[in-house]
């Protein structure tokens, strides 16, 4: 059996980054409490655990002030930087900067009058971070059939950003959608191209080795949209396509009279996580 990766995979710059500043932070001057998850990876939770970054799930958990805490890569929205400054708080802002231009554009938008359209899950939390920077303008939309949801008194200017991690062709057609539906009461449209270059680049790796193999593995956390997304790219492309958080996940049956096997992972993936997954299956080709 062929085992092949795709060409761009892993853990993206907004990621590394995030995880190095705790790492470093957690090194530098002791335990460190994350305000929710790292990323979206059980594997890289654990690990920072371990080396010293605890994570609270919200503000009310963070009893001890003494310590200092993480904002994760995600980001937040503005009430909950100025609650972390009321309560002089030690804050290290590992914040995505792409996130970071995605906040800054929902408030820019918001403060010139535009209602904030963004494509996305309201329940993410990068989502639910964006929203906050739109001091109560914004509307997150999970699906473009859910634009008929939206509220028929809107402004007549509309703004229009993305989560970070959708694909560009489904952005590009929540646009279309939102134009074909509402340009009788559209004044004036701006849409921001928020999404992320490297979570774009690792969707077109996997659908170009989707192309050339008969099973892809799709490796990373449960709760990652980047890499749900991943998954979805591979089965639009017809290929049979698992996802996985690890390689104990890995079932002998998926691989009979398999001769190509393609292998990528989220922007939230560990290297380590992604090289135990390709073991597992040359375990079990060798079977």
Wanted: net charge negative; proline share 4%.
């Amino acid at each position: 059996m062929e085992i092949l990766r795709a060409r761009d995979m892993g853990f993206c710059f907004g990621v590394r980054r995030a995880v190095e500043m705790m790492e470093q932070s957690a090194q530098e001057v002791g335990p460190v409490i994350s305000l929710g998850s790292i990323v979206h990876n059980p594997q890289v939770v654990e690990r920072l655990r371990q080396r010293g970054v605890d994570v609270a799930r919200s503000l009310d958990e963070l009893a001890d002030a003494s310590l200092p805490v993480a904002i994760t890569a995600h980001g937040v929205g503005p009430d909950v930087v100025a609650e972390l400054e009321r309560r002089g708080l030690d804050v290290i802002d590992t914040t995505c900067p792409i996130v970071v231009r995605s906040q800054m554009w929902a408030k820019r938008l918001a403060d010139e009058g535009y209602a904030v359209i963004i494509f996305g899950d309201p329940n993410h939390k990068e989502v639910r971070g964006v929203l906050g920077w739109t001091k109560g303008r914004g509307y997150a939309v999970p699906r473009e059939e859910d634009l008929e949801h939206l509220p028929e008194d809107l402004p007549h200017k509309l703004g229009v950003l993305s989560q970070t991690t959708h694909h560009a062709s489904h952005f590009a057609r929540f646009v279309q959608r939102l134009i074909e539906t509402r340009l009788d009461r559209i004044s004036e449209l701006r849409v921001v191209n928020t999404l992320c270059n490297a979570t774009t680049n690792q969707q077109v790796a996997a659908r170009e080795l989707a192309q050339e193999v008969e099973l892809m593995i799709v490796v990373g956390g449960r709760e990652s949209a980047n890499t749900r997304h991943l998954a979805e790219v591979c089965q639009e492309e017809g290929v049979e396509t698992y996802h996985v958080e690890s390689a104990a996940e890995l079932r002998p049956e998926w691989f009979t009279g398999k001769e190509r096997v393609g292998v990528t992972g989220g922007a939230s993936t560990p290297d380590f996580a992604i090289d135990q997954v390709v073991e597992r299956i040359r375990e079990l080709a060798a079977s």
